[in-house]
């Protein structure tokens, strides 16, 4: 397999079977009153103007392509061109860069939609599906993101790629970067991200930076180096990230057989996920792939909450802004993000939608989170939001028994073991600061501790006798 694979045939006519190039695009500010819009081929990540957020508009679509595209997309799952096998170009008709060219890809996305038998009996529904994003090459969804954030980049002639990183977009960066052969700086907060994630970057040899301070801190640092184009900044702030993410809620209607569910669930950390998928559901609409939007639900954890605590004085002034939360806390360390930079897009998703953001307990995230480990599928901490919130909205109402849901489970279960381990042997307590005095204990409802039992055939049995699993463990 070659490192930088050159896609043949991706500009033959739909009506081949093979399927057009990508629509034309350009990209525009998403400020009211800039606007302003620039070249696809422009190395830029903000406004130039403002400072704005950037997004990709699509021109439109001939009708005729449009309606043959889920049987091109189908039938590309057959095909052994790298463009073919990855989950994000095989749709490239909605991506904004050609795939008739150089493409960084390690065959992302084409992730597993799963149904979630006892997540769904813990939050009193019908059914849940999860849509494991963890199934990803470097175990999370930042890689159908970063697939087309370096091919771009590498095509503007970028060397040195950079990016702020709670731990999963700093392992993705690395290895993409690695595939294309050029620089990967990372700036992590440090102490604050978990072993498996470091050791990721690491391996795949990025330069990895540990700074004092925050995730919000890297952040604002990682911006600083990139305003002279020196460094070209991949994180969710760049458009073309979200425009490869966008393809996962395309490849969750193949799997939903383009039934649109009535709740599609994130976790919310810099809010670039929400912005993704909510582009990807809208331009599905626009395009009359699908015939309605699902409603979004974003959660977060209460002590890392700026985007629900958002949505909630918008009830009383609905010009109120996001405030930052100085020294954000949660175990779940991916969202430990207290000032997330896609508020604005985020926002106009839940405005489109009609969608809501709630907060949950760490209590709450590490019990759903040992509830999916049950139904055989697990995910880390952050992930585990999602069904903690789907609980949340259940029992208020807000979701109904017979609903449609599908929980977007955004990183694989070991890339935080030590948080898992903890919790199985009754060893997890709150954040520190969370609460005044001691740091409080999570309590193992769901806790499956090991046991230490003698060497011994009779020892075993005695163990495996004494402890006979209780079926009804939810
Ligand atoms: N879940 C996981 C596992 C994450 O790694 C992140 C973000 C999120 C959820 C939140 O997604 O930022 O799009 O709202 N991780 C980033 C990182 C910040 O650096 O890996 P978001």
Redesign the pocket.
């Known amino acids: 397999m070659t490192e930088v694979s050159r896609s043949a045939s991706v500009s033959a006519p739909v009506s081949a079977g093979k399927g057009a190039g990508p629509a034309a695009a350009k990209l525009r500010c998403i400020e009211e009153g800039c606007g302003a819009t620039y070249s696809i081929e422009e190395a830029l990540v903000v406004c130039a103007r403002c400072g704005g957020l950037l997004e990709v508009e699509l021109h439109a679509l001939p009708g005729p392509v449009r309606r043959l595209l889920p049987s091109v997309w189908a039938e590309r799952r057959a095909s052994l061109d790298p463009a073919d096998t990855s989950g994000v170009w095989r749709y490239r008709e909605l991506l904004p860069i050609s795939a008739d060219g150089p493409l960084v890809t390690l065959r992302e996305g084409n992730t597993p939609l799963y149904e979630a038998p006892r997540a769904a009996r813990y939050c009193g529904l019908d059914q849940i599906w999860l849509k494991h994003q963890g199934a990803n090459p470097t175990g999370?969804?930042?890689d159908t993101g970063m697939t087309l954030a370096v091919t771009h980049a590498v095509r503007l002639g970028a060397r040195t790629l950079a990016?702020?990183?709670?731990?999963?977009?700093?392992?993705?960066l690395a290895a993409y970067a690695a595939r294309a052969g050029v620089r990967a700086v990372i700036l992590v907060p440090h102490g604050q991200v978990s072993s498996a994630?470091l050791a990721q970057s690491l391996d795949y040899g990025a330069s990895v930076l540990e700074l004092e301070g925050n995730?919000d801190t890297a952040m604002r640092v990682v911006r600083e180096l990139a305003e002279d184009g020196s460094l070209y900044l991949v994180?969710?702030v760049n458009p073309m990230r979200v425009e490869g993410?966008k393809t996962v809620a395309i490849e969750m209607m193949e799997q939903c057989g383009w039934r649109v569910p009535d709740y599609v669930v994130?976790?919310?950390?810099?809010?670039?996920?929400?912005?993704?998928l909510g582009k990807g559901f809208v331009e599905m609409l626009r395009w009359g792939l699908i015939d309605r939007l699902p409603q979004f639900a974003?959660i977060q954890a209460e002590g890392a909450a700026p985007f629900a605590h958002l949505l909630a004085a918008q009830q009383r002034n609905a010009n109120a802004e996001i405030e930052p939360v100085a020294d954000p806390r949660t175990l779940?360390t991916?969202?430990r993000?207290g000032a997330?930079v896609?508020w604005k897009r985020?926002l106009r998703v839940l405005a489109e939608t009609g969608g809501t953001s709630i907060t949950v307990s760490e209590q709450e995230i590490a019990d759903a989170k040992a509830i999916l480990g049950r139904d055989g599928i697990g995910c880390?901490p952050?992930?585990a939001t999602t069904v903690a919130g789907i609980r949340r909205l259940a029992a208020d109402g807000r979701i109904r028994k017979g609903e449609t849901v599908v929980a977007v489970l955004?990183?694989h279960l070991l890339?935080d073991v030590e948080y898992t381990v903890k919790y199985h042997s009754g060893r997890l307590t709150e954040p520190e600061g969370a609460a005044a005095g001691e740091p409080k204990s999570i309590l193992g409802a769901f806790a499956n501790p090991p046991a230490r039992v003698p060497a011994t055939r009779a020892g075993i049995l005695g163990y495996l006798r004494r402890d006979a699993p209780n079926s009804s463990a939810e």
């Open positions: 999370s969804f930042k990016c702020a990183s709670t731990g999963n977009t700093a392992a993705s994630k995730f994180n969710s993410q994130v976790p919310g950390g810099n809010l670039g996920n929400i912005s993704a974003v779940a991916a969202i993000i997330p896609s985020g880390e952050a992930s955004t990183g890339k």
